[in-house]
């Protein structure tokens, strides 16, 4: 099969849609088929195109928000590039952007469309509208989500069962939908495959002692990833855990306001921001840690859980929606509800390294359940299935034509 995987965000790019394109795109080529991605690049004038992994990157120009960048222009170069593939089917990972260039691509060439929501945008709003115009910009998002998403697409896919509800119960959509979570690349996360001596020379740049007990966030530092709730845990802690300390990796335009609150409540010995790490090098982050802890609430699912129980680390997340298909309760992990229980949860493992261990285990056995093979069987199931779905009913169009078009000429 021949799949062309349309998405604004693409490595080097770190983010959860990134990573979830480009472990598809794994899984589909582990399983024998041509994947072709088109994505946004990062010169704004010219295109580029990776013939040996078959990655087109379009012009893009930045819009101020992190590192996005938002495709503006389409020559005709890439537009016959992609003509020469002979895409089977379109599988889109955005609604705007490049996701726009997907349905309109799709339309012109006669080629069924899947497309996969991954980000819940209604908690994103206040990045565009700054506080201002809350309800009506949520209202625009949910109208331009379900243009996309009921008008265009085939077949949708989500992540986790609160992306299901969110288009079943509130967004009242009514075709089929696929709960798919991500697949990763999970050998990629386990201690035995890492060079010890470099995990050794990171715990020693991060000044990390023996007795150390370590907790790791991963994401972006902002707003809605509720980092503020983590360090005032760890102010709450005191001596109860004394040698508990959180290493915050990641950027994000919040970073040195964090950073300042840490320095005003006295917590620069226990709180560390570490900053960007380039995705082949954070599954030596994740290896040194104890516990791995999230407060997001915005998650659709929460690649780095699924990560950090492949790095045989415990996960203690907030209790939603996005985390209750991954963490179970004293199995890999533990969910929270508010500040109070989830110091709690750390100090008992704080207290109990058997326990900690035994959950270790637990969790990468856990995480086995997010493989790339069952990635790919599950997007493909639907792709076969789109792509049968399509052939008959334009079978069925092209012969009422005929029957109309004879009738006439009878006439």
Partial sequence: MRIGLFTDSYPPFINGVSTSVEMLKKALEQKGHTVYVVTVGQNALHYEYDEKEHVLKIPGMPIGIYDYRISRIYPLKVINQMKSWNLDIIHSHTEFGIGIFARLFAKQESIPLVHTYHTMYEDYTHYITKGYFDKSSKKIVEYLTMFYCDKTARELIVPTEKTYRLFKEKYHYDKPINVIPTGMDL??????????????????????????????????????????????????????????????????????????????????????????????????????????VTASTTETQGLTVIEAMASSVPVLAIDDEAFRMVVVDDLNGKLFKNEKELEQDIIEFYKDRKKLETMGIQARNQAEHYSLAHFAESALEVYQRTIKEYKNRKNFTTTIFHFFKKGKEEK
């Fill in 187 to 292: 050998e990629k996360f386990h201690q035995e495959n890492l060079d010890l001596k470099k995990l050794t020379a990171i715990r020693k740049q991060l000044k990390i002692k023996a007795t150390d007990f370590i907790i790791l966030f991963v994401g972006r530092i902002a707003e809605e990833k509720n980092i503020p709730f983590l360090i005032r845990v760890m102010k709450n802690l005191g001596k109860k855990a004394q040698n508990a300390k959180l290493y915050v990796v990641g950027d994000g335009p919040d970073k040195e306001k964090y950073e300042t609150l840490v320095q005003e409540e006295n917590l620069t010995d226990k709180v560390f921001f570490v900053g960007k790490i380039s995705f082949n090098e954070m599954a030596y982050y994740y290896n040194i840690a104890d516990l791995f």
